[in-house]
Antibody, heavy 116, light 107 residues
Framework: EVQLVESGGGLVQPGGSLRLSCAAS????????MSWVRQAPGKGLEWVAN????????YYVDSVKGRFTISRDNAQNSVYLQMNSLRAEDTAVYFC?????????WGQGTLVTVSS | DIQMTQSPSTLSASVGDRVTITCRAS??????LAWYQQKPGKAPTLLIY???TLESGVPSRFSGSGSGTEFTLTISSLQPDDFATYYC??????????FGGGTKVEI
C-alpha cells in the first residue's frame, strides 16, 4: 500500500523557519517526481514545489522562491520542505504528493500556522 | 504562468442530476489536465488525468473531456457521495503547475 506521511508542522512566528518531512512507503520512491501542495484554511489548492527523481531539478511557485527549499533523500525514502522567512500567508495544510504532473497519491497533510 | 479558471465556483444540484464543471486554461496545455475530488478535512483524490483518462477505481459516472484550453468534468448522475469540492490542475511541464479555484457541489 502506498503511503505518504507528513510531519513537522506546527506554530511558528513570522520570520521563523520550519522543516517539513514526508516519509514514503509502498512504492519505488527513487523513480518518482515528488512535490508539495498547500491549502490555506478555507481556500483552494496551491502547488508549492516539485523535485525530480535524483534531485537534480527543483521548481517552485513564485511566492516561495528564495524562501523554501525542496529536497529528498532516496536512501531514506523521504522528501523535505525547508521553509524560511515564513509569513502569515504561508499558513496552510501542506500535502506531500507523488508525481510532478498529475498526483495519484497524497499524504494526509500537516498544518503550518504562522502567527505571533 | 498558466492560469486556470474554473466555473462555477459553487453548484447546487440534486441526486440524479447531470453536472458539468468547466476549466479554462490561459494558454494551450494540450491534454495535460487532471481533475480531483476533495471532501472536508481530507486530501484530494485523483479522478481523471490526461483530460479524459479515468483513474482506476473511479466510478464511470465521472468523465472528462477537452483539449487545448477548454475542459469539462461531467458527473452523469450525481450520487450522495459526490457532494464535494472539485479542482482541475494543469501540468504542462514540471516547472509550473496550477490548480483551478475549485467548484463546490452542494445540495
Amino acid at each position: 500500500e502506498v503511503q505518504l506521511v507528513e510531519s513537522g508542522g506546527g506554530l511558528v512566528q513570522p520570520g521563523g523557519s520550519l522543516r517539513l518531512s514526508c516519509a514514503a512507503s509502498g512504492f519505488t520512491f527513487s523513480t518518482y517526481w515528488m512535490s508539495w501542495v498547500r491549502q490555506a484554511p478555507g481556500k483552494g489548492l496551491e502547488w508549492v514545489a516539485n523535485i525530480k527523481q535524483d534531485g537534480s531539478e527543483t521548481y517552485y511557485v513564485d511566492s516561495v522562491k528564495g524562501r523554501f527549499t525542496i529536497s529528498r533523500d532516496n536512501a531514506q525514502n523521504s522528501v523535505y520542505l525547508q521553509m524560511n522567512s515564513l509569513r502569515a500567508e504561508d499558513t496552510a495544510v501542506y500535502f506531500c504528493t507523488r508525481g510532478g504532473n498529475y498526483r495519484r497519491c497524497w499524504g494526509q497533510g500537516t498544518l503550518v500556522t504562522v502567527s505571533s | 504562468d498558466i492560469q486556470m479558471t474554473q466555473s462555477p465556483s459553487t453548484l447546487s444540484a440534486s441526486v440524479g442530476d447531470r453536472v458539468t464543471i468547466t476549466c479554462r486554461a490561459s494558454q494551450s496545455i494540450s491534454s495535460c489536465l487532471a481533475w480531483y475530488q476533495q471532501k472536508p478535512g481530507k486530501a484530494p483524490t485523483l479522478l481523471i488525468y490526461k483530460a479524459s483518462t479515468l483513474e482506476s477505481g473511479v466510478p464511470s459516472r465521472f468523465s472528462g473531456s477537452g483539449s487545448g484550453t477548454e475542459f469539462t468534468l461531467t458527473i452523469s448522475s450525481l450520487q450522495p457521495d459526490d457532494f464535494a469540492t472539485y479542482y482541475c490542475q494543469q501540468y504542462n511541464g514540471y516547472s509550473s503547475v496550477t490548480f483551478g479555484g475549485g467548484t463546490k457541489v452542494e445540495i
